[in-house]
């Protein structure tokens, strides 16, 4: 009786404490929050815990973040692994997850399996900074990833009325159940991705003589960007402006055909590359019309060629910049290259037209920019 006593007087200091989670509810909404907000103390969350979430409009998601968390320390983690523990801290970091201390337990299973697989690595003879360099690659890569996966997860499953407690318990299950399911498909890209990039490297007596892969390559480059994009932003509520983003995005992907690869999209612009001039002219042509079709801002391109060093899955040298600059003074519509990119795309197919010299900035000279369309 003493026990059961002592229970129901934590209750009602817990139910005190916590009113403040109640504030500004009122009848059936009230009552749904006071469950779920019981529910989630009898899982072991504390009342700060719960404080935080509601403060940042998330309390239906913390059972989704458990399901997702972990349970070791980075100490652990290192032990488990055979890796100093400023490694481990510094691969979290480069990923861009919060900052960790060396005794949080926010590691999880799968964070020492990757710990331990770092670790297989660098044992096969990876040095730190390659291993650096992978994982802030990595980390950009899935912080995309995962956005793009979240808001597809809740524009699927989230239903118009749901209570915090229907959707905690729902995408807490949904997680657990779909997130094996991602590991396949990721492994599946990055192994095609890998035999893509192998089909594409080098390797002859030149590099197997020095020993290095690294030195630039001769290519055509390409930037190409959506024409009032920023005032767009300050016109259109945040939702269209995503619309057109995921459309642009869209389109980039359809045009481009070997050996014209994407290498990425922001927002606005895309680039391109090639050892193909004529290829890539071509791509850039079908994306100013495919961009045009579907009634989108219109888009100006800007190709040159030169020296090109890849570099964690992007690409920097001479003709980089120069593309950027060219598709600086495109017009809208347009495709602009330079004397290069129109004598190594030669005439079948394309008319070529003068577009005067340009000064472009960091070159001292004017440079002679020409237009190309369709023959």
């Known amino acids: ?50 404080r935080d979430a509601a403060a940042e409009n998330r309390l239906a998601l913390l059972p989704v973040e458990r399901v997702l968390g972990g349970s070791h320390t980075a100490r652990e983690t290192a032990e488990r692994a ?50 650096f360099e992978i994982t802030r690659v990595l980390g950009e890569g899935m912080a995309r990833l995962s956005a793009a996966v979240v808001a597809a997860f809740a524009d699927t499953f989230l239903a118009a009325g749901d209570s915090e407690g229907e959707v905690a318990e729902r995408f807490a299950a949904l997680a657990q159940e779909l997130m094996p399911a991602l590991t396949p498909v990721l492994v599946a890209a990055l192994r095609g991705h890998l035999r893509d990039s192998v089909g594409r490297g080098v390797l002859g007596l030149a590099e197997l003589a020095s020993g290095d892969v690294a030195g630039s390559q001769e290519l055509c480059v390409c930037f190409a960007d959506l024409v009032g994009f920023t005032r ?57 019309q495919a961009v045009a079709d579907a009634k989108l801002p219109s888009l100006r391109a800007g190709i040159a060629l030169g ?21 600086g003074v495109a017009r809208p519509g347009s495709v602009l290259c330079t004397k290069e990119v129109r004598d190594a795309a030669g005439e079948e197919g394309l008319l070529w037209s003068s577009a005067g010299r340009h000064r472009l900035k960091g070159l001292a000279r004017t440079v002679p920019l020409y237009r190309a369309r369709r023959a």
Do not use: C, W
């Open 232 to 288: 767009l932003g300050v016109e259109v509520e945040p939702t269209e402006l995503g619309s057109v983003a995921g459309a642009f995005a869209q389109l980039a992907t359809s045009v481009t055909a070997e050996p014209v690869r994407l290498i990425k999209t922001i927002g606005d612009a895309a680039m391109f590359v090639s050892p193909d001039a004529r290829a890539l002219v071509g791509v850039a042509l079908d994306f100013v």
């Open 82 to 131: 055979g890796l100093p523990l400023e490694t481990v801290l510094r691969i979290r970091r480069l990923l861009g997850r919060p900052e960790a201390g060396p005794d949080d337990a926010v590691f999880s299973e799968d964070d020492v399996e990757a710990a331990v697989a770092t670790k297989g690595f660098l044992e096969a003879g990876f040095d730190e900074g390659a291993i």
């Open 307 to 327: 020296p090109a060093l890849q570099r964690a899955g992007d690409y920097y040298g001479n003709s980089v910049n120069l593309a950027s600059r060219v598709t």
């Open 1 to 50: 009786m003493l026990a059961n006593r002592r229970t129901v007087r934590e209750d009602a200091a817990m139910d005190s404490e916590a009113e403040d989670l109640l504030d500004g509810l009122e009848g059936k909404a009230r009552a749904a929050r006071q469950r779920f907000i019981e529910r989630l103390t009898a899982e072991g969350f504390t009342l700060q815990e719960l």
